[in-house]
Structure formats: C-alpha cells, structure tokens
C-alpha cells in the first residue's frame, strides 16, 4: 500500500476528491458488463487513463478495478483451456456445460462482490485496503446485517 493510502484514517476522503466520479462510473460500467460485455473493457481503460491523476484513496480503487478486469480476463482464458480439455477428452456433453455454468456462476458472484464492496467503501470515503487481493478487497463479507 502507498504512503498516501496508509496515512488515510477511514471516512478522511471527500466527494470532491479527483477522480472520484471516475470510480463510481466504472463500477457502473463493470456491472453493466452482466447484460452488455463491451462496457468492462470500457470501464478498465478509463480506470488506466484516470489513476495517475486521481487523489491517492481514489487510486486505490481505480487499481482495484484493474485488478478485477484483468483477474477476469485470467480466469476466462484458464476456464475457455480446460473446456477445450473437457471436449478433446471425449467427455459427455454435460461435463462441459455444467463446468461452463458453475464457472460464470461463481464469476458473477466474485464480481458483483467485488463491484459492491468497492462502491461501499467509496460511497463511504474510503480506499480499498487491499486493492492487490484476489478476492474482495481485504474487506470482511458477511450475510449478516452490523
């Protein structure tokens, strides 16, 4: 994390803050990417374009929303190989159907986690603690309401 994040006490940044409409657009772009696939990679170039100039809580997110673009682009090419796999494998047919639908299930969920813990902490004034994880941030998910 950069010095800038790490002297942040949590609630410290404002909706003035550079970039900060940027955020909360790709967000946005990346959820609208569940109906219409073209706005994530839209999304993840304004995330590119605007993290140099973004105030250093913000940046946290930007990098956050990178991460989450290009760890989905990873996983679609792992998941599209072991398909291949499946087939070349002279599997029955449901093998691969049921891998593909438990693997955009399990797709979507991380995303639109990782979409909903980003936009709280943002709507909250603050960064992402762990814009490098893989899962959600370094925030604690819970079903539970407090």
Same mark, same amino acid.
């Given at each position: 994390?950069?010095?800038?994040?790490?002297?942040?006490?949590?609630? *410290?940044?404002?909706?003035?803050?550079?970039?900060?409409?940027? $955020? !909360?657009? /790709? @967000?946005?772009?990346?959820?609208?990417? !569940?109906?219409?696939?073209?706005? $994530?990679?839209?999304?993840?170039? !304004?995330?590119?374009?605007?993290?140099?100039?973004?105030?250093?809580?913000?940046?946290?997110?930007? *990098? +956050? *929303?990178?991460?989450?673009?290009?760890?989905? /682009?990873?996983?679609?090419?792992?998941?599209?190989?072991?398909? *291949?796999?499946?087939?070349?494998?002279?599997?029955?047919?449901?093998?691969?159907? $049921?891998?593909? @639908?438990? @693997? +955009?299930? =399990?797709?979507?969920?991380?995303?639109?986690?990782?979409?909903?813990?980003? !936009?709280?902490?943002?709507? =909250?004034?603050?960064?992402?603690?762990?814009?490098?994880?893989? $899962? +959600?941030?370094?925030?604690?998910?819970?079903?539970?309401?407090?």
């Amino acid at each position: 994390m950069s010095a800038a994040l790490s002297s942040l006490a949590p609630g *410290q940044g404002s909706k003035a803050d550079r970039g900060r409409g940027t $955020a !909360i657009v /790709v @967000y946005m772009l990346f959820l609208g990417s !569940i109906l219409a696939v073209v706005t $994530a990679p839209l999304g993840v170039l !304004i995330a590119h374009l605007a993290r140099r100039h973004a105030e250093g809580w913000v940046a946290s997110h930007l *990098q +956050f *929303q990178i991460r989450t673009f290009w760890l989905g /682009v990873l996983g679609g090419g792992l998941f599209v190989a072991a398909w *291949q796999l499946l087939g070349v494998l002279g599997l029955p047919a449901l093998a691969p159907w $049921a891998l593909g @639908y438990l @693997y +955009f299930t =399990a797709c979507l969920i991380w995303m639109v986690g990782r979409c909903g813990v980003g !936009i709280a902490r943002l709507t =909250a004034n603050r960064p992402v603690d762990n814009p490098r994880s893989l $899962a +959600f941030g370094g925030a604690r998910v819970t079903l539970a309401d407090g």
